[in-house]
């Protein structure tokens, strides 16, 4: 039998495992060639940055409207649409290619934004107007249902898992605001700590957690009775801004944005479990699938700061526009 007919052989008896080696090696690679965007809003430059998390660099700045602020993936995460306040509008935008698909006008000051889990509702607050506006949404188009007046200066949205119940914080009369979503009626409003930010519920709709940006930690309310009830105040570091879910339904992120840290929170015993370094004004974020990497806005450096969870370590900073803002990626972790 010649050399190449005993390679032949070989080969054919062992194709299944070689080929196994192959796409393993392989894997790597199509993942990073699949990769999608990550998109950095950058509320004092009207625009959104487009990074490309292969050689991180920003590929294009998109212009936006005056002052966006936040930007929220439709339910089918076909679009990425981004709120411009002082522009009155929403900006679609895909968020695998880049490209802008269109622009809603006459959505008042629109400076936070969440679509219900049921996505038959959409809802922002006014952060200028102090006003809660809730939109009915068809998977396509917006139709006002109700405005709510409110405290002053609307910050942050969370909705039930139900579909039920909106919270919204009030960051300069340091209050918490709960609308009835299917009646669209306010159902109770009370006292927080100081300049209350963003908003996160637990899973099972039991808790929910406030970031306190004028002070040092996260509030938790006990949201099972007819009215939230505080339980608990949770110390992370001057600022506490902006929460992001790790995936595992356990853990969740909060930037501090004064402290200039990111702290990890097990919201199942209400406690600090891990800290990170996170420069300039630490602000909204988002986290790649693993829960490995936390994609953080550096407020006040103009810049994406990429932060390694497991070495507890800042890999590297992509510059971006003034005033960076909200992170988001279609490459991303569950959001509990």
Avoid at 47 to 57: A, F, N
Avoid at 114 to 128: E, L
Avoid at 132 to 154: E, F, M, S
Avoid at 216 to 235: C, H, Q
């Amino acid at each position: 039998m010649t050399i190449l007919s005993r390679f032949s052989v070989f080969f054919a008896a062992r194709r299944p495992a070689i080929l196994t080696v192959c796409f393993a090696l392989l894997s790597p690679w199509s993942a990073l060639a699949a990769a999608n965007p990550i998109f950095v809003l950058n509320s004092l430059e009207a625009s959104v940055s487009v990074i490309d998390p292969l050689t991180w660099k920003e590929t294009r700045r998109i212009p936006t409207g005056k002052e966006p602020h936040h930007m929220y993936l439709t339910p089918d995460e076909k679009s990425l649409v981004i709120a411009n306040a002082l522009s009155d509008s929403l900006l679609f935008i895909d968020p695998k290619t880049a490209e802008v698909q269109r622009t809603v006008r006459d959505i008042l000051d629109p400076y936070q934004l969440r679509f219900s889990p049921d996505m038959k509702w959409f809802v922002t607050v006014a952060n200028r107007l102090n006003h809660v506006d809730i939109y009915r949404w068809d998977g396509a188009n917006l139709t006002l249902a109700k405005r709510i007046a409110t405290g002053k200066t609307p910050s942050h949205l969370w909705i039930d898992s139900k579909s039920t119940t909106v919270y919204a914080t009030m960051q300069d009369s340091d209050e918490l605001v709960v609308i009835d979503l299917p009646t669209q009626t306010l159902k109770w409003r009370g006292k927080t700590g100081a300049m209350p930010a963003d908003v996160f519920g637990t899973p099972d709709d039991k808790f929910l957690l406030i970031g306190l940006t004028g002070g040092a930690g996260v509030e938790v309310y006990d949201v099972t009775g007819r009215e939230p009830k505080l339980v608990k105040l949770i110390n992370t570091g001057k600022g506490a801004h902006a929460f992001r879910g790790v995936g595992d339904k356990r853990h969740v992120f909060v930037s501090n944005r004064v402290a200039n840290t990111i702290s990890k929170i097990d919201y199942q015993n209400m406690t600090v479990v891990e800290s990170y370094p996170a420069p300039s004004g630490p602000d909204c974020m988002d986290v790649s699938p693993d829960g490995r990497t936390i994609y953080v806005a550096s407020r006040w450096a103009k810049k994406m700061t990429v932060i390694d969870t497991q070495t507890k370590k800042v890999v590297r900073q992509v510059n971006v526009g003034k005033s960076p803002h909200g992170v988001w990626t279609l490459d991303h972790a569950a959001r509990q």
